[in-house]
Protein backbone atom coordinates (compact mmCIF):
# COMPACT_ATOMS: atom_id res chain seq x y z
CA UNK A 1 0.00 0.00 0.00
CA UNK A 2 1.00 3.75 -0.61
CA UNK A 3 1.00 5.09 2.78
CA UNK A 4 1.42 8.74 3.81
CA UNK A 5 2.54 10.01 7.53
CA UNK A 6 1.29 13.21 8.30
CA UNK A 7 2.97 15.09 11.32
CA UNK A 8 4.06 18.16 12.70
CA UNK A 9 7.01 17.38 14.71
CA UNK A 10 9.78 15.15 13.02
CA UNK A 11 13.51 14.51 13.57
CA UNK A 12 14.87 17.83 14.57
CA UNK A 13 12.75 16.88 17.88
CA UNK A 14 12.92 14.17 20.32
CA UNK A 15 9.77 13.24 21.76
CA UNK A 16 7.46 10.26 21.89
CA UNK A 17 5.35 11.55 18.72
CA UNK A 18 8.95 11.32 16.89
CA UNK A 19 9.55 8.25 18.50
CA UNK A 20 6.29 6.64 16.98
CA UNK A 21 6.36 8.34 13.45
CA UNK A 22 9.85 7.00 12.87
CA UNK A 23 9.02 3.64 14.29
CA UNK A 24 6.12 3.12 12.41
CA UNK A 25 8.01 4.38 9.07
CA UNK A 26 10.65 1.52 9.71
CA UNK A 27 8.10 -1.32 10.26
CA UNK A 28 5.96 -0.37 7.31
CA UNK A 29 8.34 -0.34 4.94
CA UNK A 30 10.15 -3.70 6.44
CA UNK A 31 7.01 -4.72 5.25
CA UNK A 32 6.94 -3.85 1.86
CA UNK A 33 4.61 -0.50 1.89
CA UNK A 34 5.60 2.55 0.28
CA UNK A 35 5.72 5.08 2.81
CA UNK A 36 6.23 8.89 2.25
CA UNK A 37 6.07 11.30 5.06
CA UNK A 38 4.84 15.46 5.10
CA UNK A 39 6.10 17.28 8.22
CA UNK A 40 6.95 21.02 8.74
CA UNK A 41 10.91 21.84 8.15
CA UNK A 42 13.26 23.21 11.05
CA UNK A 43 13.89 25.93 8.25
CA UNK A 44 11.88 28.91 6.16
CA UNK A 45 12.37 26.92 3.03
CA UNK A 46 10.36 23.56 1.91
CA UNK A 47 12.40 20.81 0.28
CA UNK A 48 12.04 16.98 -0.14
CA UNK A 49 14.85 14.76 1.62
CA UNK A 50 13.86 10.88 0.29
CA UNK A 51 10.91 10.10 1.73
CA UNK A 52 9.97 13.08 3.25
CA UNK A 53 8.62 16.31 2.32
CA UNK A 54 9.33 19.19 4.10
CA UNK A 55 6.91 22.24 4.37
CA UNK A 56 8.58 25.77 5.19
CA UNK A 57 7.56 26.91 8.36
CA UNK A 58 8.24 29.60 11.11
CA UNK A 59 8.49 29.08 14.87
CA UNK A 60 4.97 29.00 16.55
CA UNK A 61 5.86 31.05 19.52
CA UNK A 62 3.42 29.00 21.15
CA UNK A 63 6.42 25.92 22.78
CA UNK A 64 9.76 25.79 22.36
CA UNK A 65 10.28 23.59 19.28
CA UNK A 66 7.00 23.41 17.41
CA UNK A 67 6.83 25.09 14.04
CA UNK A 68 3.93 26.11 12.02
CA UNK A 69 3.81 25.77 7.75
CA UNK A 70 3.79 29.52 5.78
CA UNK A 71 1.09 29.24 2.75
CA UNK A 72 2.08 28.94 -0.29
CA UNK A 73 3.02 24.82 -0.66
CA UNK A 74 0.44 24.05 -2.84
CA UNK A 75 2.37 22.32 -5.63
CA UNK A 76 3.66 20.06 -2.75
CA UNK A 77 0.29 18.77 -1.64
CA UNK A 78 -0.33 18.07 -5.65
CA UNK A 79 2.82 16.04 -5.58
CA UNK A 80 1.44 14.30 -3.06
CA UNK A 81 -2.25 14.00 -3.99
CA UNK A 82 -1.22 12.77 -7.56
CA UNK A 83 0.92 10.07 -6.06
CA UNK A 84 -2.56 8.63 -4.79
CA UNK A 85 -1.89 7.11 -1.42
CA UNK A 86 -4.37 4.59 0.20
CA UNK A 87 -3.97 5.27 3.53
CA UNK A 88 -3.24 8.99 5.28
CA UNK A 89 -2.40 8.59 8.76
CA UNK A 90 -2.30 11.96 10.79
CA UNK A 91 0.07 12.07 13.87
CA UNK A 92 -0.91 15.68 15.30
CA UNK A 93 -4.17 17.68 14.83
CA UNK A 94 -3.17 20.81 13.51
CA UNK A 95 -0.85 21.89 10.84
CA UNK A 96 -0.11 19.09 8.92
CA UNK A 97 -3.59 17.56 9.90
CA UNK A 98 -5.09 20.18 7.09
CA UNK A 99 -2.79 19.01 4.49
CA UNK A 100 -3.61 15.21 5.22
CA UNK A 101 -7.08 15.89 5.55
CA UNK A 102 -7.32 17.60 1.73
CA UNK A 103 -5.45 14.96 0.32
CA UNK A 104 -7.55 12.54 1.81
CA UNK A 105 -10.47 14.01 0.28
CA UNK A 106 -9.13 14.51 -3.06
CA UNK A 107 -8.07 10.81 -3.29
CA UNK A 108 -10.40 9.09 -1.39
CA UNK A 109 -7.78 7.76 0.82
CA UNK A 110 -8.56 6.24 4.21
CA UNK A 111 -7.72 8.72 6.74
CA UNK A 112 -6.27 7.76 10.34
CA UNK A 113 -5.44 9.34 13.25
CA UNK A 114 -3.21 8.64 15.81
CA UNK A 115 -4.41 10.57 19.06
CA UNK A 116 -0.67 11.59 21.30
CA UNK A 117 -1.46 14.48 23.03
CA UNK A 118 -3.98 15.45 26.00
CA UNK A 119 -4.20 19.29 25.28
CA UNK A 120 -5.51 20.26 28.75
CA UNK A 121 -1.96 20.06 30.24
CA UNK A 122 -0.89 22.41 27.25
CA UNK A 123 -2.91 25.61 27.34
CA UNK A 124 -1.07 27.26 29.91
CA UNK A 125 1.52 27.41 26.75
CA UNK A 126 -1.16 29.25 24.66
CA UNK A 127 -1.62 33.21 25.36
CA UNK A 128 -4.75 33.64 27.54
CA UNK A 129 -4.57 29.55 27.88
CA UNK A 130 -4.98 29.73 31.45
CA UNK A 131 -9.30 30.86 30.67
CA UNK A 132 -9.77 27.63 28.49
CA UNK A 133 -10.54 24.98 29.92
CA UNK A 134 -11.44 21.02 28.79
CA UNK A 135 -14.88 22.40 27.42
CA UNK A 136 -12.55 24.09 24.72
CA UNK A 137 -10.29 21.59 24.29
CA UNK A 138 -13.21 19.19 23.52
CA UNK A 139 -14.86 21.73 21.20
CA UNK A 140 -11.74 21.99 19.34
CA UNK A 141 -11.32 17.98 19.24
CA UNK A 142 -14.78 17.36 18.48
CA UNK A 143 -14.57 19.73 15.50
CA UNK A 144 -11.12 18.71 14.43
CA UNK A 145 -11.44 15.34 14.12
CA UNK A 146 -14.76 14.87 12.73
CA UNK A 147 -13.70 13.73 8.82
CA UNK A 148 -11.15 11.34 10.54
CA UNK A 149 -12.61 7.58 9.85
CA UNK A 150 -10.63 5.69 12.88
CA UNK A 151 -8.71 6.97 15.71
CA UNK A 152 -5.84 5.13 17.23
CA UNK A 153 -5.40 5.74 20.98
CA UNK A 154 -2.27 4.00 22.26
CA UNK A 155 -4.07 3.22 25.51
CA UNK A 156 -7.09 3.08 26.99
CA UNK A 157 -6.93 6.25 29.13
CA UNK A 158 -6.61 8.30 25.73
CA UNK A 159 -9.39 6.37 24.47
CA UNK A 160 -12.00 6.96 27.60
CA UNK A 161 -10.41 11.02 27.32
CA UNK A 162 -11.42 11.52 23.61
CA UNK A 163 -15.13 9.66 24.40
CA UNK A 164 -15.59 12.33 27.24
CA UNK A 165 -15.02 15.13 24.59
CA UNK A 166 -17.62 13.70 23.01
CA UNK A 167 -15.40 12.74 19.84
CA UNK A 168 -17.70 10.07 18.11
CA UNK A 169 -15.39 7.93 16.25
CA UNK A 170 -14.28 4.29 16.62
CA UNK A 171 -10.91 3.37 18.77
CA UNK A 172 -8.57 0.96 18.09
CA UNK A 173 -6.09 0.85 21.02
CA UNK A 174 -2.35 0.14 19.71
CA UNK A 175 0.16 0.27 21.69
CA UNK A 176 3.35 2.67 20.65
CA UNK A 177 6.30 0.07 20.42
CA UNK A 178 9.93 0.67 20.90
CA UNK A 179 13.11 -0.79 19.65
CA UNK A 180 13.33 -3.13 22.68
CA UNK A 181 17.21 -4.39 21.30
CA UNK A 182 18.62 -0.82 21.91
CA UNK A 183 17.34 -0.65 25.63
CA UNK A 184 18.23 -4.49 26.38
CA UNK A 185 21.99 -4.34 24.79
CA UNK A 186 24.35 -3.73 27.48
CA UNK A 187 26.55 -1.12 27.96
CA UNK A 188 30.21 -0.55 28.25
CA UNK A 189 31.70 -0.33 31.93
CA UNK A 190 33.42 2.36 30.29
CA UNK A 191 30.31 4.43 29.12
CA UNK A 192 28.55 4.12 32.45
CA UNK A 193 31.69 5.27 34.27
CA UNK A 194 32.47 8.43 32.10
CA UNK A 195 28.79 9.34 32.67
CA UNK A 196 28.89 8.83 36.17
CA UNK A 197 32.60 11.22 36.49
CA UNK A 198 30.28 13.84 34.18
CA UNK A 199 27.27 13.89 36.75
CA UNK A 200 29.67 13.76 39.82
CA UNK A 201 27.91 10.47 40.67
CA UNK A 202 30.66 8.51 43.30
CA UNK A 203 31.18 4.50 42.43
CA UNK A 204 28.61 2.87 44.28
CA UNK A 205 26.20 5.56 44.72
CA UNK A 206 22.91 4.44 44.08
CA UNK A 207 21.40 6.38 40.88
CA UNK A 208 17.47 7.49 40.69
CA UNK A 209 16.64 8.51 37.17
CA UNK A 210 14.07 10.98 35.60
CA UNK A 211 14.50 10.89 32.05
CA UNK A 212 12.11 13.41 29.49
CA UNK A 213 11.22 16.93 28.29
CA UNK A 214 11.02 19.11 30.76
CA UNK A 215 7.71 20.90 30.34
CA UNK A 216 5.74 22.09 33.19
CA UNK A 217 2.94 19.45 32.70
CA UNK A 218 5.73 16.93 33.35
CA UNK A 219 5.63 17.80 36.98
CA UNK A 220 8.94 17.25 37.77
CA UNK A 221 8.61 19.70 40.77
CA UNK A 222 7.43 17.35 42.75
CA UNK A 223 9.87 14.79 42.48
CA UNK A 224 12.30 17.70 43.70
CA UNK A 225 10.03 17.96 47.07
CA UNK A 226 9.61 14.17 47.17
CA UNK A 227 13.28 13.61 46.76
CA UNK A 228 13.80 16.18 49.67
CA UNK A 229 11.26 14.66 52.29
CA UNK A 230 13.20 11.25 51.18
CA UNK A 231 15.77 12.65 52.54
CA UNK A 232 19.07 10.21 51.57
CA UNK A 233 22.25 11.36 51.68
CA UNK A 234 24.20 11.88 48.70
CA UNK A 235 26.70 9.31 50.01
CA UNK A 236 24.10 6.41 49.19
CA UNK A 237 22.03 8.12 46.24
CA UNK A 238 20.98 10.86 43.98
CA UNK A 239 18.35 12.17 41.82
CA UNK A 240 19.60 12.44 37.92
CA UNK A 241 17.65 14.72 36.28
CA UNK A 242 18.06 14.21 32.39
CA UNK A 243 15.98 16.22 29.45
CA UNK A 244 15.68 20.14 28.67
CA UNK A 245 12.32 22.10 27.98
CA UNK A 246 10.95 25.15 29.10
CA UNK A 247 10.67 24.57 33.15
CA UNK A 248 14.10 23.69 33.28
CA UNK A 249 15.12 26.97 34.44
CA UNK A 250 12.64 26.93 37.51
CA UNK A 251 13.44 23.42 38.27
CA UNK A 252 17.16 24.55 38.78
CA UNK A 253 16.30 27.29 41.04
CA UNK A 254 13.44 25.16 42.99
CA UNK A 255 16.57 22.39 43.53
CA UNK A 256 19.05 25.21 44.69
CA UNK A 257 15.76 26.67 47.20
CA UNK A 258 15.23 23.28 48.12
CA UNK A 259 18.65 22.75 49.14
CA UNK A 260 18.83 19.55 46.66
CA UNK A 261 22.37 21.02 44.92
CA UNK A 262 24.50 18.09 45.83
CA UNK A 263 21.89 15.68 45.56
CA UNK A 264 20.16 16.25 42.11
CA UNK A 265 21.94 16.36 39.00
CA UNK A 266 20.07 18.19 36.44
CA UNK A 267 21.82 16.51 32.99
CA UNK A 268 20.47 19.05 29.74
CA UNK A 269 19.16 17.24 26.97
CA UNK A 270 21.60 13.90 26.09
CA UNK A 271 21.85 12.71 22.72
CA UNK A 272 19.61 10.10 21.42
CA UNK A 273 22.21 7.39 21.28
CA UNK A 274 23.00 7.65 24.66
CA UNK A 275 19.63 7.67 26.13
CA UNK A 276 20.02 3.86 26.76
CA UNK A 277 22.89 4.11 29.09
CA UNK A 278 20.93 6.57 31.43
CA UNK A 279 18.83 3.78 31.95
CA UNK A 280 21.59 1.52 32.45
CA UNK A 281 23.34 3.81 35.10
CA UNK A 282 20.25 3.77 36.95
CA UNK A 283 18.97 1.95 39.80
CA UNK A 284 15.12 3.31 39.68
CA UNK A 285 13.06 5.33 37.02
CA UNK A 286 11.10 8.11 38.50
CA UNK A 287 8.03 10.35 37.17
CA UNK A 288 5.15 12.46 38.77
CA UNK A 289 3.69 13.49 35.04
CA UNK A 290 -0.08 12.70 34.44
CA UNK A 291 -0.17 13.88 31.31
CA UNK A 292 1.78 11.10 29.60
CA UNK A 293 -1.15 9.58 26.79
CA UNK A 294 1.65 6.38 26.94
CA UNK A 295 4.65 7.11 28.01
CA UNK A 296 7.59 5.84 26.35
CA UNK A 297 10.30 6.64 28.37
CA UNK A 298 8.22 4.00 31.32
CA UNK A 299 8.17 1.76 28.36
CA UNK A 300 12.41 2.42 27.93
CA UNK A 301 12.59 1.82 31.63
CA UNK A 302 11.08 -1.38 31.09
CA UNK A 303 13.22 -2.71 28.90
CA UNK A 304 15.99 -1.77 30.43
CA UNK A 305 14.83 -3.77 33.31
CA UNK A 306 14.29 -0.58 35.78
CA UNK A 307 11.84 -0.60 38.63
CA UNK A 308 9.40 2.08 38.36
CA UNK A 309 8.30 4.57 41.03
CA UNK A 310 5.33 6.61 39.29
CA UNK A 311 2.27 8.61 40.33
CA UNK A 312 -0.63 7.08 40.13
CA UNK A 313 -2.06 6.67 36.13
CA UNK A 314 -4.38 5.35 34.17
CA UNK A 315 -1.73 5.27 30.68
CA UNK A 316 0.21 2.81 33.24
CA UNK A 317 -2.27 -0.28 33.12
CA UNK A 318 0.20 -3.57 31.46
CA UNK A 319 2.94 -1.14 32.17
CA UNK A 320 3.33 -0.72 36.14
CA UNK A 321 2.04 -3.67 38.68
CA UNK A 322 2.40 -2.17 42.12
CA UNK A 323 4.41 -4.53 44.16
CA UNK A 324 5.81 -7.04 40.94
CA UNK A 325 8.01 -4.27 38.87
CA UNK A 326 7.62 -0.79 41.21
CA UNK A 327 4.99 0.84 42.98
CA UNK A 328 2.62 4.33 42.05
CA UNK A 329 2.42 6.89 44.63
CA UNK A 330 -0.31 9.43 45.46
CA UNK A 331 0.84 11.40 47.98
CA UNK A 332 4.97 12.98 48.74
CA UNK A 333 5.44 10.92 51.46
CA UNK A 334 4.65 7.16 49.88
CA UNK A 335 7.30 8.28 46.37
CA UNK A 336 10.26 8.83 48.98
CA UNK A 337 9.48 5.39 50.63
CA UNK A 338 9.40 4.15 47.78
CA UNK A 339 12.20 4.92 46.14
CA UNK A 340 14.15 3.92 49.57
CA UNK A 341 11.83 0.46 49.45
CA UNK A 342 13.67 -0.62 45.98
CA UNK A 343 17.20 1.07 46.43
CA UNK A 344 18.00 -0.13 49.95
CA UNK A 345 16.63 -4.31 49.45
CA UNK A 346 18.69 -5.19 46.85
CA UNK A 347 16.88 -8.82 46.54
CA UNK A 348 13.19 -7.12 45.72
CA UNK A 349 15.17 -4.42 43.15
CA UNK A 350 16.25 -7.44 41.34
CA UNK A 351 13.37 -9.61 41.23
CA UNK A 352 11.56 -6.05 40.14
CA UNK A 353 13.98 -5.75 37.15
CA UNK A 354 13.40 -8.82 35.91
CA UNK A 355 9.15 -8.16 35.86
CA UNK A 356 10.12 -5.07 34.12
CA UNK A 357 11.78 -6.91 31.79
CA UNK A 358 9.03 -9.31 31.22
CA UNK A 359 6.44 -6.73 30.65
CA UNK A 360 8.30 -5.13 28.18
CA UNK A 361 8.27 -7.37 25.57
CA UNK A 362 5.04 -7.04 24.14
CA UNK A 363 6.08 -3.30 23.00
CA UNK A 364 8.14 -4.02 20.42
CA UNK A 365 8.30 -2.48 16.96
CA UNK A 366 7.24 -5.91 15.36
CA UNK A 367 3.80 -6.00 17.09
CA UNK A 368 3.34 -2.46 16.64
CA UNK A 369 3.94 -2.68 13.04
CA UNK A 370 1.54 -5.72 12.85
CA UNK A 371 -1.07 -4.11 14.30
CA UNK A 372 -1.02 -0.69 12.56
CA UNK A 373 -0.91 -2.70 9.10
CA UNK A 374 -3.71 -5.01 9.91
CA UNK A 375 -6.01 -1.73 10.87
CA UNK A 376 -5.07 -0.48 7.67
CA UNK A 377 -5.97 -3.53 5.14
CA UNK A 378 -9.22 -3.75 6.74
CA UNK A 379 -10.17 -0.11 7.09
CA UNK A 380 -8.86 0.35 3.41
CA UNK A 381 -11.38 -2.27 2.89
CA UNK A 382 -14.35 -0.73 4.61
CA UNK A 383 -13.87 2.30 2.93
CA UNK A 384 -14.18 0.49 -0.52
CA UNK A 385 -17.12 -0.91 0.84
CA UNK A 386 -16.11 -4.35 0.36
CA UNK A 387 -16.66 -5.61 3.89
CA UNK A 388 -17.01 -4.94 8.13
CA UNK A 389 -14.25 -6.69 9.31
CA UNK A 390 -14.03 -9.43 12.17
CA UNK A 391 -12.14 -8.18 15.45
CA UNK A 392 -8.30 -9.35 14.95
CA UNK A 393 -6.30 -10.32 17.97
CA UNK A 394 -3.24 -11.52 16.37
CA UNK A 395 -0.71 -8.81 16.70
CA UNK A 396 -1.80 -7.29 20.25
CA UNK A 397 -3.72 -10.45 21.88
CA UNK A 398 -3.59 -8.19 25.01
CA UNK A 399 -5.19 -5.35 24.30
CA UNK A 400 -8.34 -4.43 23.85
CA UNK A 401 -9.06 -3.49 20.19
CA UNK A 402 -12.69 -1.14 20.25
CA UNK A 403 -15.13 -1.90 17.33
CA UNK A 404 -13.75 -4.45 15.62
CA UNK A 405 -16.83 -6.77 15.88
CA UNK A 406 -19.09 -8.90 13.77
CA UNK A 407 -18.08 -9.09 10.30
CA UNK A 408 -21.18 -8.07 7.65
CA UNK A 409 -21.28 -7.98 3.83
CA UNK A 410 -22.27 -4.19 2.82
CA UNK A 411 -25.26 -3.82 0.70
Not at 85 to 105: M, R
Not at 161 to 189: D, N, R
Not at 285 to 314: H, K, M, N, W
Amino acid sequence: MKILITTDLFRSTINGVVTSVLNLEEELQRQGHEVRILTVSDTGKAYQEGNVWYLRSIPSGIYPGVRIPIPGDGAYRRELTEWMPDVVHSQCEFCTFSYGKQIAEDTGAVLIHTCHTLYEQYTKYIPMGKYLGTAAVAACMRWRLRPVDRIIAPTKKVERTFLSYGVQKKTAIIPTGIKLEAFTKPVSEEVLEGLREECGIRPGVRVVLSLGRLGFEKKVDELLYGWKEAGIPREEAMLLIVGGGPAEGSLRTLSQELGLSDRVCFYGMAKPEMVPAFYQLADVFVCASTSETQGLTYVEALASGLPLVCRRDPCLAGVLEHGKNGYSFRERAEFGSYVKEILFHKEKRQKMSACSRELAKVFGTESFGRAVNDLYKKEVRLHEGTFVFEESEAAFPKWDWTGYANAKRLP
